[in-house]
């Protein structure tokens, strides 16, 4: 990358006619990491931190080579999250067992509709499992209230959080601007998050949040989604981005910037991440395959095709 070279003028020099598409792009595709036990293959996710400019710049050359996600306009709507921790907060400390995956719960827009999930990664590589229910359907997670019957669709959501002692604990909302088309015969997603808020939140149940604290001012995170190996869109498009990949966690930037953590973060030891607990997390729903590293260092209800 030359470093005189501004993010304005390497477009420019790399943007090809706007007729040109490198990328197939025909219909609503899977997101790259709900697609891993469908066999296509590993997924990984690769996430940049970028000025508003620059975003609004990626977002322009997306528009030139890859189709808007058809849920929203343009491929823009509002993504709700609730985080799911322990009382002493495992999740964002990173502990043994519990530092790998995390538990969620997501709405799209103002549906009445919500998802449960679970979003597993190892270095890059990345594997989600979701299922959908309607919101009012959300108490039965809490603790105390009467069992799930077998055949309800979240039964695997709720024990998980149960056995891992896990409650809401913070809620992220932001604006998502999602791309999609297919590399060869996989999908590759790409994704701008904006306005990205956060609030405490105990309770189970998705919050329509109208004010918080604003967790990344004048920001923008920008993930590339896909199977097995970057394609070669994806290699073009990182001469227009930063050198080092970013590891912001919207989760734990909101716990932080809500105040439930305020003392020392805990140190990680890097055995914790081969703990066994964590290895059988990521491949339980995956079809045994094998597995290729991209060469550095997520229409969601957009649901049926999306994606801390």
């Given at each position: 990358?030359?470093?005189?070279?501004?993010?304005?003028d390497?477009?420019?020099?790399t943007?090809?006619?706007?007729t040109?598409?490198?990328?197939?792009?025909a219909?609503?595709?899977?997101?790259?990491?709900l697609?891993?036990?469908?066999?296509l293959?590993?997924?990984?996710?690769?996430?940049?931190?970028?000025?508003?400019?620059?975003?609004?710049?990626?977002e322009?050359?997306?528009?030139?080579?890859?189709?808007p996600?058809?849920?929203?306009?343009?491929?823009r709507?509002?993504?709700?999250?609730?985080y799911?921790?322990?009382?002493?907060?495992?999740?964002?400390?990173?502990?043994?067992?519990?530092?790998?995956?995390?538990?969620?719960?997501?709405?799209y827009g103002?549906?009445?509709r919500?998802?449960?999930e679970?979003?597993?990664?190892?270095?890059?590589?990345v594997?989600?499992r979701r299922?959908?229910?309607?919101?009012?359907?959300?108490?039965?997670?809490?603790?105390?209230?009467?069992?799930p019957p077998p055949?309800?669709?979240?039964?695997?959501f709720?024990?998980?959080?149960?056995?891992?002692?896990?409650?809401?604990?913070?809620?992220?909302?932001y604006e998502?601007t999602?791309?999609?088309?297919?590399?060869?015969i996989?999908?590759?997603?790409?994704?701008?998050?904006?306005?990205?808020?956060g609030?405490?939140?105990?309770?189970?149940?998705?919050?329509?949040?109208?004010?918080?604290?604003?967790?990344?001012?004048?920001?923008?995170?920008?993930?590339?989604k896909?199977?097995?190996q970057?394609?070669?869109l994806?290699?073009?498009?990182?001469?227009?981005l930063?050198?080092q990949l970013?590891r912001?966690?919207k989760?734990?930037?909101?716990?932080?910037?809500?105040?439930?953590?305020t003392?020392e973060?805990?140190?990680?030891?890097?055995s914790d991440?081969?703990s066994?607990?964590?290895?059988?997390?990521?491949?339980?729903d995956?079809?045994?395959?094998?597995?290729?590293?991209?060469?550095l260092?997520?229409?969601?209800?957009?649901a049926s095709?999306?994606?801390?």
């Amino acid at each position: 990358m030359e470093a005189e070279v501004d993010g304005a003028d390497r477009m420019a020099e790399t943007a090809p006619a706007e007729t040109a598409n490198p990328v197939e792009t025909a219909g609503p595709v899977m997101s790259p990491g709900l697609g891993v036990a469908g066999g296509l293959g590993a997924a990984f996710e690769l996430k940049f931190q970028l000025t508003l400019d620059h975003a609004a710049e990626i977002e322009a050359w997306a528009h030139r080579r890859l189709s808007p996600d058809v849920h929203g306009e343009d491929g823009r709507y509002r993504i709700t999250s609730v985080y799911c921790d322990t009382p002493s907060l495992d999740v964002f400390h990173r502990s043994p067992g519990y530092s790998r995956s995390k538990f969620r719960l997501r709405r799209y827009g103002g549906s009445h509709r919500a998802f449960l999930e679970r979003k597993t990664k190892q270095g890059d590589r990345v594997q989600k499992r979701r299922s959908e229910i309607g919101a009012d359907e959300l108490p039965i997670l809490s603790v105390g209230a009467t069992p799930p019957p077998p055949e309800w669709v979240g039964r695997w959501f709720h024990q998980r959080v149960h056995d891992r002692r896990l409650r809401p604990t913070c809620c992220v909302t932001y604006e998502r601007t999602a791309f999609f088309g297919v590399a060869g015969i996989t999908p590759i997603r790409l994704t701008i998050d904006r306005d990205v808020v956060g609030v405490a939140n105990p309770d189970w149940h998705i919050p329509h949040v109208e004010s918080g604290h604003t967790l990344l001012p004048g920001l923008a995170i920008l993930e590339l989604k896909f199977h097995l190996q970057l394609p070669e869109l994806f290699r073009e498009l990182l001469q227009l981005l930063p050198v080092q990949l970013a590891r912001a966690s919207k989760y734990r930037r909101c716990v932080e910037m809500c105040g439930l953590w305020t003392g020392e973060i805990r140190p990680v030891n890097a055995s914790d991440d081969a703990s066994p607990a964590n290895d059988a997390e990521l491949e339980d729903d995956a079809a045994p395959e094998q597995h290729a590293a991209p060469e550095l260092a997520q229409p969601e209800h957009p649901a049926s095709t999306e994606t801390l």
